[in-house]
């Protein structure tokens, strides 16, 4: 049976911290200089934070079929619905930012979990070939429907109709699933060639420890036709996210599983990277507690967009700190009574 790996996990701590950074210093700076290269990076790290969650999660289902082959594709279809329905309840309780019938990120998720547990009984070239298609189909479906290049947030809220509504969850929203499901499904790709399953054959050798060259040539072509593309001029967006954009974002993740595979410890609890990896398993109640806490709470006590660029830097490191504390203590109480708990334990219900 696979192990979980710890390194992977450490991957979506990594999103994590950039998720913290970007909602956090948004919400708290009191202005963010568009030249200011501090800035910028904050930008460009923050915006690898969603590509991140997804190409992992594709991964992740990697190894969940190797743990549970048996149940594996009726438990991660559970746990895909009991997400979505998560994702509906979070954006109706944070209307305020992503209006009250808005498609964030956690019903893209739930969804594109959904489509990718469906999808791997396809062999992998199909799966990259779809999921590169998705992200090469966004941009002209967007055009066939008369979408802008660029959306803002009220847009993106505007929900006026079912037929506006199937737009924001296809092409249009916060998280649209074309392009996103895309991603994912490369992630089921990378996660394949990065995490073998091990050999039952006593004389057949397992993973190698080595990144393979299928990897290796995945990550290349996904970096350079991102590159290649933003060189040539086409818009590099992530409202909505632009071809090169998903192009260079994904083929990143890819490397960083390359070598989450063949790090030491990567199935093991290394302390190097624990705080990462447990803040990898409380992901989704880091995303929430994020806007209870850093929106809902400041806006409570008036001190959004509040505070000076340095000061508001300062405060986020302090969050990422806490953050990873919290995880490590969390971590020897295995997690429990976490959102994640809780999703497990709701698509388990579901399936008596």
């Not at 904050?42 to 992992?56: D, E, H, N, S």
């Not at 405060?315 to 497990?344: H, N, P």
């Amino acid at each position: 049976m696979a192990a979980r790996s710890n390194t992977l996990d450490a991957l979506r701590g990594l999103a994590v911290m950039f998720m913290l950074e970007v909602h956090l210093g948004f919400w708290w700076a009191r202005e963010l200089p568009e030249g200011d290269p501090l800035v910028g990076l904050g930008t460009a790290l923050g915006g690898m934070a969603a590509p991140l969650f997804f190409t992992v999660a594709g991964a992740g289902l990697v190894l969940s079929r190797q743990r549970e082959p048996g149940p594996f594709q009726a438990k991660n279809i559970r746990r895909g619905a009991v997400l979505l329905a998560m994702g509906l309840v979070f954006t109706l309780v944070e209307r305020a930012i992503y209006g009250p019938w808005g498609w964030g990120v956690l019903q893209c998720l739930g969804v594109s979990v959904i489509i990718s547990t469906l999808a791997m009984k396809a062999g992998p070239a199909a799966r990259a070939g779809a999921g590169i298609a998705l992200m090469a189909a966004a941009p002209l479906f967007r055009n066939a429907a008369g979408i802008p290049d660029v959306l803002f947030s009220e847009s993106m809220m505007a929900i006026p109709s079912i037929s506006a509504y199937l737009s924001s969850a296809t092409l249009s929203g916060f998280f649209p699933l074309i392009p996103w499901t895309g991603l994912m499904l490369i992630g089921t790709v990378a996660g394949e060639l990065s995490f073998p399953a091990p050999s039952r054959n006593p004389g057949v050798a397992g993973p190698s420890g080595n990144i393979s060259w299928p990897m290796a040539l995945l990550a290349a072509f996904l970096v350079f036709s991102g590159t290649a593309g933003a060189a040539g001029g086409m818009p590099m967006e992530f409202f909505p996210p632009s071809l090169p954009f998903c192009l260079l974002a994904s083929g990143l993740c890819v490397a960083a599983i390359a070598v989450a595979s063949v790090l030491p410890g990567r199935h093991s609890n290394d302390k190097r990277v624990r705080p990462l990896a447990s803040a990898g398993r409380l992901s989704l109640t880091f995303f929430v507690a994020h806007h209870l806490i850093g929106y809902e709470a400041f806006s409570a006590a008036g001190m959004m967009r509040s505070f000076d660029t340095p000061v508001a830097l300062a405060m986020v490191l302090f969050a990422w700190a806490i953050a990873l504390a919290v995880a490590v203590v969390w971590s020897t109480k295995d997690y429990r009574y976490s959102l994640e708990w809780l999703l497990g334990r709701l698509a388990d219900r579901a399936s008596k």
